[in-house]
Nanobody, 126 residues
Framework: QVQLVESGGGSVQAGGSLRLSCAAS????????MAWFRQVPGKEREGVAT???????TYADSVKGRFTISQDNAKNTLYLQMNSLKVEDTSMYFC????????????????????WGQGTQVTVSS
């Protein structure tokens, strides 16, 4: 059974940094996508960044140049390094994962991902 467990959220002042982690277990996919999403109450879940099993990455325009997604395959852990945080980055952050056909692009369509973590809260104050 695939399990994703996020950690690393917290409160930080604007301009600060946080690193989120997502420990993954139970999967044997060779071709997959992993992603970070975020959601505030009353709004749709928003894709933040994706990374494929080939290491390719994508970023939402709102976080480009500030956030970095990475993975440590030896530790089966996904990361999101968040720098220059803004008040509008305040949200619950979720990691997501699923297998994909080899060569597929990773997507921000949350319906594609069947495996989700429980979320970790990030609060940025001015």
């Amino acid at each position: 059974q695939v399990q994703l467990v996020e950690s690393g959220g917290g409160s930080v002042q604007a301009g600060g940094s946080l690193r989120l982690s997502c420990a993954a277990s139970g999967y044997t996919w060779k071709s997959y996508c992993m992603a970070w999403f975020r959601q505030v109450p009353g709004k749709e879940r928003e894709g933040v960044a994706t990374i494929g099993s080939d290491g390719s990455t994508t970023y939402a325009d709102s976080v480009k140049g500030r956030f970095t997604i990475s993975q440590d395959n030896a530790k089966n852990t996904l990361y999101l390094q968040m720098n220059s945080l803004k008040v509008e980055d305040t949200s619950m952050y979720f990691c997501a994962a699923d297998w994909v056909h080899s060569g597929s692009w990773c997507t921000y369509d949350s319906n594609v991902y069947n495996y989700w973590g429980q979320g970790t809260q990030v609060t940025v104050s001015s």
